[in-house]
């Protein structure tokens, strides 16, 4: 009976264990502020700039990422994209609650979050909700974030069924991809599992580059890799059919950002 009740007592330990694993994965945010003019870009850096992250790092957080894709300045549709880290959904919740009683933010925030309609900031913000990797459960800054040519790459893989979603998240887990890049020295600042968005079932990750010829260089090597041909021709990742859609975002990190 003393074995018994020993042995149950470690199988408890165990599964708390593993519930602390799983918790400990974070959750990440993806605002996307998309503007028509280089007056609601003005408009919109200057409330993320002084107001948005400095309301934020009172609350504790110290790694909100803000990117300006390479095509902005072209673009008849720029865009700002924000990028935060939540330890919980619990904490993503509160997070907006504690902003609305923040009196500082909301009285500097004022010219963006109650503008004259005659002069609005931003034409529609999206947001998509992610969930870690569990080969990549936690952001990790990039070592390249000091230098200005740093190409920060946002790319996302829509999968035509869940199951073949889940088949593609394997890949870069269990399946080794995510270790193919660390290896190759890809930068990888998260992987995340999209638990909230418009586009689903897909996976959306970062990595970073010193600049555009460093980032052909990096994709050259990984498309010739034994490994990736390994990963790519294994039956079971069914990467023929996995992924139906890809997008690529190749972009700037703003002057302010913590990432």
């Not at 593609?168 to 887990?173: H, I, Q, T």
């Not at 970073?208 to 090597?221: D, G, I, S």
Request: aromatic share 12%; glycine share 4%; with cysteine.
């Amino acid at each position: 009976m003393k074995k018994m009740i020993v042995f149950g007592f470690w199988l408890v330990l165990a599964a708390l264990g593993s519930q602390s694993v799983q918790a400990q994965k974070d959750i990440y945010e993806i605002r996307v502020f998309k503007m028509n003019s280089s007056a609601q870009m003005d408009l919109t850096e200057n409330y993320l700039k002084n107001v948005y992250l400095p309301a934020m790092h009172r609350l504790g957080f110290k790694s909100i990422g803000v990117f300006k894709p390479i095509a902005n300045d072209t673009a008849t549709l720029k865009q700002v994209v924000m990028i935060t880290p939540y330890i919980s959904l619990d904490v993503w919740f509160r997070t907006k609650s504690n902003l609305n009683k923040d009196s500082i933010f909301n009285a500097e925030g004022k010219f963006f979050l109650d503008a004259d309609t005659a002069h609005l900031p931003f034409v529609r913000v999206e947001s998509t909700l992610l969930e870690a990797f569990p080969d990549h459960p936690k952001l990790i800054p990039t070592p390249l974030r000091s230098d200005p040519d740093a190409i920060y790459e946002l790319r996302s893989y829509e999968s035509p069924t869940k199951v073949l979603h889940m088949t593609k998240v394997g890949m870069f887990n269990e399946g080794g991809e995510i270790k193919l890049f660390k290896s190759l020295g890809f930068n990888a600042v998260f992987y995340g599992d999209v638990i909230s968005g418009c586009r689903m079932p897909n996976l959306v990750y970062m990595v970073v580059f010193a600049n555009l010829a460093a980032r052909e260089e990096k994709w050259r090597a990984f498309g010739s890799s034994d490994k990736w041909k390994d990963i790519s021709t294994d039956p079971k990742y069914r990467n023929n059919i996995s992924v139906n859609h890809i997008d690529s975002w190749l972009m700037h990190r703003a002057s302010y950002s913590d990432l």
